[in-house]
């Protein structure tokens, strides 16, 4: 499984529209909204790379009020949140 972060720029005035249609992207697992010069950051959850190539210029910048995308790909994950998920499987 690919994680990809998309850093995304948006039109201020449509930041609430553009976050929904993003999230409503197959392949796009979560949309925050942010502080700071970026305006919201998506992840990507998808089985490749090449889902990658396609989902960001074929889908993500193409949703009305995008203005620029950065993309970061993850190499590895470094959290608790899913350590303990992996453990409690089956803990009931």
Avoid: C, W
């Avoid at 039109?11 to 502080?35: C, K, M, N």
């Avoid at 993500?60 to 970061?72: A, D, I, Q, Y």
């Amino acid at each position: 499984m690919i994680t990809a972060i998309v850093f995304v720029k948006a039109d201020v005035a449509r930041i609430p529209e553009v976050a929904e249609q993003i999230a409503a992207i197959d392949g796009v697992s979560e949309v925050y909204s942010v502080t700071g010069d970026i305006d919201l950051i998506a992840l990507l959850r998808v089985r490749n790379h090449d889902d990658v190539a396609s989902l960001v210029p074929d889908h993500l910048n193409k949703v009305p009020g995008v203005l620029s995308t950065e993309t970061h790909i993850a190499f590895r994950t470094y959290s608790s949140h899913d350590l303990e998920a992996a453990f409690s499987l089956g803990a009931e």
